[in-house]
């Protein structure tokens, strides 16, 4: 029942520190973590634990952090099994150091009901190696007009609450919904957008999507309505995170927030972080993402926001659209990407161009998202889950969509070089993922 891993080097995004040391796992959690320690004997005289009583792991000196708690995750059940199922995601979220998934409701049906969330609660119990934790809408079939029974769904299983890319445009309705979830304690997610501004988009306003001739979207549509939202958490005092903040000019809203104790949190997709405008250059679909990749300035504006604290949590925002909806005009193209195998890859790229480091990222990747929700993972300390990861910082290697166990494949890092690989992910201290 005792695990060791010995040899690792340590990320710690609670305590902020990279240091080489060891991880005792007992039963299912974190028995002991021991920093610049080398000695396993030392470790086990302490505890009275037999060496042979213990299964010992090496790492290599590779990195060994806790998993990462994925906020955001699109799996198609029900209505689209074929773009994604609770098994394929689950096998994805694994491979990508992934421990717990955080579903969308946006599927058809959405999930609306008690009904619908036992079902896909049964799904993942059954077909998914990692976490599963379930949103629910936070109106009736996502259309804004009638929020659902919320008090039910968080009995059912419900974490949070979110029409995801359906803003809810009537301010009353939003405002009521926000009122009645702040009476739950419950945590409602937002897509802050100005829905009539960004209808139909396809790229972020300039120069480049002049040239290109796609319909565009001003930055400032995200400000208008992360503006909205702040003023109804001021009328009603709810807990609110916003999914996705991509923009600069989103940013002194945020903070401003902040700093008056609203009880609100941001996130940024993966694609955001390490992506721009320039990259749907010969229209390629597959960076086509809701909200449009933006410009290299708002990129690192938003790079910078997460270092400092500002924006919480990173995403992959994952989005299963199959050849069929990608393989289309620019403009007619499906929205979204897969990311649940590249989030870690990709958000390494921003450590190796030293944007980032080791312990920021898994700040926003694991720490602050399961703070967010309540849970007791995303922290490398005695007592927690042992919920891991053990991944090369280093390795390089070219990505092939084709090897990705998503069954959808849509993904913009296709062909590209990257640096940094998962090694074996654990949860509750058994191996469900490992390199072969």
Do not use: W
Request: hydrophobic share 40%; aromatic share 6%.
């Amino acid at each position: 029942m005792s695990t060791l891993f010995t040899n690792a080097r340590l990320i710690d995004p609670e305590g902020g520190s990279d240091t080489p040391g060891m991880v005792l796992v007992q039963n299912g959690r974190i028995a002991a973590v021991e920093k610049n320690v080398t000695d396993p004997d030392q470790l086990f005289r302490a505890r009275n634990i037999r060496s042979e009583d213990v299964t010992h792991i090496d790492c290599g000196g590779k990195c060994l952090a806790p998993g990462i708690v994925d906020i955001g995750v699109k799996v198609c059940e029900p209505g689209e099994r074929h773009k994604e199922s609770y098994k394929s995601a689950g096998l994805a979220a694994a491979a990508g150091g992934v421990t717990t998934i955080v579903t969308r409701p946006d599927t058809a049906p959405a999930i609306d009901s008690p009904e619908t969330l036992e079902f896909v609660t049964r799904r993942a119990q059954a077909d998914a190696p990692v976490n599963v934790l379930p949103m629910a809408a936070l109106t009736k079939g996502r259309e804004g007009r009638e929020m659902t029974e919320i008090g039910f769904l968080m009995d059912a299983g419900a974490v949070a609450f979110s029409d995801c890319d359906h803003v809810v445009s009537n301010t009353k309705v939003f405002q009521r919904a926000l009122t009645y979830a702040r009476s739950c304690g419950a945590l409602v997610i937002a897509h802050p957008q100005e829905p009539v501004l960004s209808k139909g988009a396809a790229a972020t306003s300039g120069k480049f999507a002049a040239l290109y001739g796609l319909p565009a979207v001003s930055p400032m549509a995200e400000r208008m309505g992360l503006d909205r939202d702040i003023a109804l958490l001021e009328m009603t005092g709810a807990k609110y995170h916003a999914d996705q903040i991509t923009t600069a000019r989103a940013l002194p809203a945020l903070e401003r927030a902040k700093a008056n104790g609203l009880d609100i949190t941001a996130g940024t997709s993966i694609h955001h972080l390490t992506l721009n405008e320039l990259d749907v250059a010969g229209y390629r679909s597959f960076f086509k993402v809701k909200p449009p990749l933006r410009s290299e300035d708002d990129r690192l504006a938003v790079v910078e926001a997460v270092r400092s604290g500002l924006i919480d949590i990173i995403s992959s925002m994952h989005t299963p659209q199959d050849e069929e909806s990608k393989r289309l005009p620019f403009e007619e193209a499906a929205a979204g990407a897969v990311a649940l195998e590249t989030l870690l890859p990709a958000a390494l790229r921003l450590y190796h161009a030293e944007l980032l480091d080791l312990p920021t990222l898994f700040r926003a990747m694991a720490l602050n998202p399961a703070r967010r929700l309540g849970l007791e993972s995303g922290r490398l300390a005695a007592g927690a889950p042992a919920d891991l990861v053990l991944f090369d910082a280093d390795v390089p290697f070219v990505l092939d969509r084709f090897k990705l166990r998503s069954k959808s494949q849509n993904t913009p890092y296709d062909g590209q070089r990257v640096q940094g690989r998962v090694e074996a992910t654990y949860v509750a201290g058994e191996p469900v993922y490992r390199r072969d």
